[in-house]
């Protein structure tokens, strides 16, 4: 109780200070060389123009008054925007865990299918999500899906590699135990592989759920329309860097909630184990 206390107190001035800091930072400038001259008040009373924690202050609260406004194609409030990105993610990480966790166990329970599995993954794992982007818009012929596709493929090598580990890992004793009581391969699959393994197929799920909201972001830069990274990108050739500083804090907010709720799951799932 004691630690936490002070590690929110730590945690709140380490904010304090940033934002302190940036404050500070964002100030007039002061008075330039050369007297009383016209051009010296100019330079004298400008602004930065990065924008101080008062205007992105301003900015937030507007964007919470009506985060659901939708005003035409180039005009949508922060809320329907990270509703594009956040369903784009769960529905190409679903389709990935639907193909990562069975794929997985079927590696991790058998050696013939992982060495002959094995080098597909090695050559496609370091492949950069992005990379099939292009393809994707070429084949597909349509953002949206091409986005989910990508959000696929970088969601479904963490599960698979520790689903396929977890599985591999259980331990001998229980699996023999199994064979002795002549149990089905099915029920032992869902009785005695799938509970030892739920921590690790979990720590892989944790992971790509936040690589797919990264890699989001970006591959809505690259497709525009909607979404949270296509907002980011739109605010920056309006240059209002105030909004573009509301869509960061709003994505790292988001972030750290799917993080947060993943690894509730986690910790559930371990302690049922």
């Known amino acids: 109780m004691r630690q936490g206390l002070l590690a929110a107190v730590i945690s709140a001035l380490l904010m304090a200070l940033g934002v302190g800091v940036w404050h500070l930072a964002t100030l007039p400038k002061g008075g330039a060389a050369g007297g009383d001259s016209e051009y010296a008040k100019l330079v004298g009373a400008q602004k930065s123009a990065f924008p101080t924690p008062a205007d992105v202050g301003q900015k937030l609260a507007g964007h919470l008054r009506d985060p659901f406004y939708d005003r035409g194609p180039n005009d949508k409030g922060i809320g ?34 992982y060495r002959a599995l094995d080098p597909f993954i090695q050559v496609l794992k370091p492949i950069s999500p992005l990379a099939w982007m292009p393809l994707a818009l070429f084949t597909l012929k349509d953002s949206n899906v091409s986005a989910v596709f990508v959000i696929f493929v970088c969601s479904i090598w963490p599960m698979l590699i520790n689903t396929a580990f977890g599985v591999a890992s259980v331990r001998r004793d229980w699996l023999n135990v199994a064979r002795t009581l002549e149990v089905s391969p099915l029920r032992k699959a869902f009785a005695v592989v799938l509970p030892a393994a739920a921590p690790t197929i979990m720590t892989g799920m944790r992971i ?37 500083l509301s869509g960061i804090l709003a994505i790292g907010l988001v972030g750290m909630l799917l993080d947060f709720l993943f690894a509730r799951l986690q910790k559930a799932v371990t302690y049922v184990e």
């Open 80 to 113: 329907v925007q990270l509703a594009y990105s956040i369903g784009r993610v769960l529905l190409g990480f679903g389709l990935a865990g639907a193909l990562a966790v069975p794929l997985g166990f079927l590696i991790g329970m058998s050696p013939v299918v």
């Open 208 to 244: 790509s759920i936040g690589i797919a909201w990264l890699v989001i972001v970006a591959a809505e830069m690259l497709v525009g329309g909607t979404g949270i990274g296509y907002f980011v990108w739109n605010e920056w050739n309006n240059l209002s860097i105030a909004n573009i």
